[in-house]
């Protein structure tokens, strides 16, 4: 017998593996095999299991770690789709829809049999014996021991246990074992006091760990202790191994969400929730986009749709954006569904995660919700699936298999002949597009819940506010004015200014230079609070020079604000105000940004700051005024999307005021108020930007109206670079019919991480053509020995950075 095996190396081949005896009915399509691949053994996928005999030497398989497959027949099929439309190699697509198996370990414990004991009691009434067999017994005596134990103490342990068992000795039970939970990270462990320590010689820190545990009964957050005394962390650790103290990973549902009781539908949400429930009654595919505004009750139209299809039998999956996926939303979920939620959640601890996983595939969990890559949960008898924010670019994987997970959904709902619904308030203009193109039916809900007015947004003209003011100041007087307010009725304020750090630049006054990356052709972003520069691309950190390294001037400036300096500006004209910031340098812990936002949420800060997190999906009632500090920051961005983004941000940012009882302002400062991007966001008028861009993308020849992939090459070597870029423009040239090729050029980001880096875009009028082009590029690539990390490519492209 063998298998053909997908192994996870940019090649686009299966390996065939003889398959030893005890393997021949145990492997089966989607068990993952340890096999040996040159002199190094790899981990690969089961495509099939034949017996054709190949031509030439085979090898043979070493290890099979699924008795099970870890993915099933209609994953396995969704990896073969995913591997031919990115055209990413099926060994490296299949290894990434296996994450969460691949922290299951399984492990067998074995026991002695009633017979074994008995056995075992004649045995050793008898002489001693240096056979393995009655070693193994006398060990089982004591207690059960792993296999992975009896493996290292006795020789040959595996037959010798089967030999045992087969006698019904011994016998063998499968668990899962969990990592050990002593080594989650100290944000997620409870630690508790069990017993007094007894004659046990302590550390001083261990001392000090016990004794605040008597003092302070209860389970407290091993973080907060470490907090308060030097050296818990470590301390607990130790103590909770000799079993003195107890350590628990904490539960994610643990963050309270306030408990609503499901409210009446509204009759928009009904004719949507009709439709949908109709949908998946049918058992036919079918998709829609449902159109929703800020505030109008999307997430209760998922949660009645979801309990729709779990009453018709069926099971459910919703993806969410990487952010929005917080302990509060699980919460959520959590009262509606009870224990048949499964969260996939990264903040999940490997053996949660590994125990949901289990809870899907066994059918016990009958609503998954997760982001990206939870479109491959092994989630049974399917019937809907929900993508919420479909607009939102942490669908796109940003690595290979570079996937979106949205249009993953699709076509998974489709083979499984299953509901889907994209959910959005500024859904993306191919997901529109395809509504005209009657691919996807369309479900709007046009107003706020409860006749709530959508916000009332004002753009103010910044370049007017110079020339009346002659000061470059952050705020304009009319939105320092607003928030003092705003302040004054205790209502909250949201600020956003989407770009991090303290000043953007750092630029010699005398001589123009700005100080740049080692690794990247990028300027380096100044971060006050650690005194230093950065690079918000390879993460490449460096002092300030006190003079200028090309001309020696002491006179070096700070310019272009960041979010670290809008929060620091604020302090100075609002000292009493409560401020948080949110963004990628206060959010470092996994849990950091549920923090923030539960304290905002409980209005322990009055005014949030933050980059485009803030903008997502939060509910909070009390923020009734939303200001953006310069509406500007996304327009400059090369990339054809770059108008979209501006107005999905400052929509859905904009979304966030005036959710409770009192109407929202909105204020969005702005050096281009004539910009359609901006006018149409301010105006909350989707339609008509829409339309104006769909001009554009058509103009241009960009999606909807082609298929784009962005051809990257990358190199150490400048040369390198130059010269595969090149022979693919060679290639290229003349272009196939139906195909648009611009490049090859320097990239955007001309050098990142060490590597610089040319592009070619390819725009085909469809996507076969686009297919077969990018597939002879890669076959090219093997034939021509191009380095396998020279050549990325990526199919619908979401940033062309
Ligand atoms: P969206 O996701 O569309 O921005 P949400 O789903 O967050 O909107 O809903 C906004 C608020 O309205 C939430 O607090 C939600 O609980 C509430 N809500 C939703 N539907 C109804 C309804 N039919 N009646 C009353 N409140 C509702
Ligand atoms: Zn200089
Ligand atoms: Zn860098």
């Not at 414990?109 to 001693?128: C, F, H, V």
């Not at 994610?252 to 439709?275: C, G, T, Y």
């Not at 300030?544 to 604000?561: N, Q, R, T, W, Y």
């Amino acid at each position: 017998m063998y298998a053909d095996v997908s192994l996870p190396i940019p090649l686009d081949q299966v390996f065939t593996y003889r398959l030893p005896q005890t393997l021949w009915h145990r492997a089966q399509a989607g068990c993952r095999l340890i096999v040996p691949f040159g002199i190094r053994k790899l981990t690969g996928v089961v495509v099939e299991v034949h017996n054709r005999q190949p031509e030439g030497p085979t090898r043979e398989a070493l290890r099979l770690l699924d008795e099970q497959p870890a993915l099933e027949a209609h994953l396995l099929e969704l990896g073969k789709w995913i591997a031919n439309y990115y055209c990413a190699p099926l060994g490296e697509v299949l290894r990434g829809m296996t994450p969460l198996a691949g922290e299951i370990r399984n492990t067998k414990i074995y026991s002695l049999t009633d017979s074994g004991r008995d056995a075992t009691r004649q045995l050793l009434l008898g002489e001693d014996s240096d056979d393995p067999g009655v070693q193994l017994l006398r060990m089982l005596d004591s207690r059960p021991l792993s296999a992975a134990y009896l493996k290292k103490k006795i020789l040959n342990a595996t037959a010798v246990l089967k030999s045992l068992e087969k006698r019904r000795f011994v016998h063998a039970e499968d668990v899962q074992a969990d990592r050990d939970p002593l080594r989650a990270s100290a944000d997620r462990l409870l630690v508790e006091h069990t017993a007094r320590p007894e004659g046990v010689k302590l550390k001083k820190s261990e001392r000090e760990l016990v004794s605040f545990l008597e003092l302070h009964p209860g389970s407290h957050k091993l973080s907060e202790v470490d907090a308060l005394i030097r050296g818990a962390s470590e301390a607990a650790r130790s103590l909770a191994r000799r079993k003195l103290v107890s350590l628990k990973v904490e539960p994610v549902s643990a963050m309270p969400h306030p408990f609503k009781p499901p409210p009446v539908l509204n009759a928009a949400q009904q004719v949507a929730f009709d439709r949908i429930q109709a949908s998946i009654r049918s058992q036919q595919f079918e998709a829609f986009l449902l159109h929703g505004v800020t505030g109008s009750g999307k997430t209760e139209v998922y949660l009645r749709a979801i309990e729709a299809a779990i009453a018709m039998g069926r099971n459910a999956l919703l993806l969410v954006p990487e952010i929005a996926l917080t302990p509060a939303m699980a919460g959520q979920f959590y009262h509606r569904f009870g224990d048949a939620v499964a969260i996939l959640h990264s903040a999940f601890h490997d053996s949660e995660r590994a125990e949901q996983w289990r809870r899907i595939r066994s059918g016990a969990a009958r609503v998954v919700v997760g982001t990206r890559s939870g479109v491959f949960a092994p989630v049974q008898n399917l019937g809907l699936i929900v993508v919420d924010e479909e607009h939102d670019q942490s669908y796109k994987q940003q690595e290979t298999p570079r996937y979106n997970g949205r249009d993953v959904a699709i076509v998974r709902a489709h083979a499984a002949g299953a509901c889907v619904v994209l959910g959005s308030a500024t859904p993306s203009l191919e997901s529109r597009h395809n509504v005209e193109r009657e691919k996807y039916k369309f479900l709007e809900l046009p107003e706020r819940i409860a006749e709530r007015p959508m916000p009332v947004v004002e753009l103010i003209d910044m370049r007017t506010e110079f020339l009346e003011t002659h000061k470059h100041a952050t705020f304009s007087r009319a939105l320092i004015d607003a928030i003092q307010q705003r302040l004054g009725l205790g209502e909250q304020v949201m600020l956003l200014h989407n770009r991090r750090g303290f000043s953007s630049f750092v630029a010699c006054r005398a001589c123009g230079e700005r100080m740049e990356c080692i690794n990247c052709a990028v300027t380096m972003t100044y971060h006050r609070r650690d005194r230093r520069m950065l690079c918000h691309y390879c993460n490449y950190a460096a002092k300030i020079p006190s003079k200028c390294p090309k001309c020696d001037s002491e006179h070096i400036a700070f310019l272009g604000v960041g979010s670290e300096r809008v929060e620091e500006d604020l302090h100075q004209l609002f000292p009493t105000a409560r401020i948080a910031r949110l963004d990628r340098d206060t959010v470092t812990g996994k849990r950091d940004f549920e923090i923030i936002l539960h304290g905002f949420r409980e209005r322990d800060f009055d005014i949030l700051v933050g980059t485009q997190m803030i903008a997502k999906g939060h509910d909070i009632p009390n923020v009734t005024l939303v200001g953006v500090v310069s509406g500007d920051v996304g327009l400059g961005m090369p990339d054809f999307r770059a108008a979209e983004r501006t107005f999905q941000l400052l929509t859905q940012v904009a979304g966030r005021a005036g959710r409770g009882h009192i109407p929202g302002k909105v204020l969005v400062q702005t050096i281009n108020p004539d910009h359609y991007a901006v006018r149409f966001a301010a105006a909350q008028d989707f339609i008509g930007f829409y339309n104006k861009e769909l001009q554009f993308r058509k103009l241009m020849r960009y999606p909807p109206f082609s298929a784009l992939a962005n051809v990257l090459v990358r190199s150490e070597k400048q040369e390198d670079a130059q010269r595969i870029a090149a022979e693919i423009g060679f290639l290229l040239d003349p272009p196939p019919e139906n195909l648009k090729v611009l490049g090859p050029a320097e990239a955007p980001v001309p050098r990142l991480k060490n590597e610089f880096r040319y592009q070619l875009l390819i725009k085909a009028a469809n996507r076969t053509t686009l297919n077969q082009t990018l597939r002879n590029l890669r076959l090219t690539a093997i034939e021509r020995k191009w380095p396998a990390t020279a050549l990325v490519i990526d199919v619908d492209p979401l940033s062309l950075l």
